[in-house]
């Protein structure tokens, strides 16, 4: 895909350059890309916990960590709404965070007991002194919030290498997937995935009914010749 996307872009180069007289751009296909064929990436909900017990609290980045594994394991954030977070976003008196999502959406969700006291032991014990209003800072000089959601990715890997655990995914939509598969493996319906995860389209959470295999057993036919 990315070889066919350079060819086009050297194609139209060479035309608006008046090298050729024919914009050959066109003349090459791009590469279909379907949707829903591919199987969500996730791990198991055990596998999760063991993620969050492997950050070592008793250190600034243990609780940074652990901060920002358990908001994306429990709330299903995207990374990029993990780096744009500030403090204003928490509202401790009502229990209440406000996610800064795609297309400058501003949604209220509730805040969780456990996710707020990682966020209270991070803000009070770990987070660094700085003039940014940013949440999550980095640890080391100059103290400033993350440049890009690369960062929340690392974290993950980083967590995963620690406990041992190799998925074929290691960035932070990997827990994302994982709460949404969770849900539906224990009863949870595909409108509550889509609430949850703040899906604008009911259409985006259609994946994860291929992970439902007690409902996608009803619907396959017996093999040819068994009873």
């Not at 690392?154 to 849900?183: C, I, Q, W």
Request: glycine residues 8%; hydrophobic residues 40%; aromatic residues 6%.
């Amino acid at each position: 895909k990315l070889m066919i996307t350079a060819l086009r872009s050297f194609f139209r180069y060479l035309y608006l350059r008046g090298d050729i007289a024919t914009n050959l751009a066109a003349a090459v296909p791009k590469v279909p890309k379907w949707r829903f064929t591919t199987v969500p990436k996730w791990i198991p909900g055990e596998q999760v916990t063991r993620l969050l017990q492997c950050c070592d609290q008793a250190t600034r980045i243990g609780r940074r960590d652990y901060a920002i594994l358990i908001l994306l394991s429990r709330l299903g954030l995207r990374a990029g709404e993990i780096v744009a977070m500030t403090l204003d976003d928490v509202d401790w008196e009502s229990g209440k965070i406000v996610v800064r999502g795609k297309g400058n959406r501003r949604d209220p969700l509730p805040l969780p007991h456990d996710v707020g006291k990682a966020l209270v032991n991070y803000l009070r014990k770990g987070r660094p002194r700085c003039a940014t209003r940013r949440v999550f800072i980095r640890d080391r000089a100059p103290h400033q919030g993350f440049r890009s959601s690369t960062a929340i990715g690392r974290v993950v890997s980083s967590a995963l290498a620690r406990v041992g655990l190799d998925p074929p995914f290691k960035g932070a939509h990997l827990l994302r997937h994982s709460l949404a598969t969770e849900t539906l493996r224990r009863g949870g319906a595909l409108n509550e995935i889509c609430e949850l995860l703040r899906h604008r389209h009911p259409n985006t959470t259609q994946i994860y009914a291929k992970v439902d295999l007690g409902a996608l057993s009803k619907l396959a036919e017996p093999w040819p010749g068994v009873a």
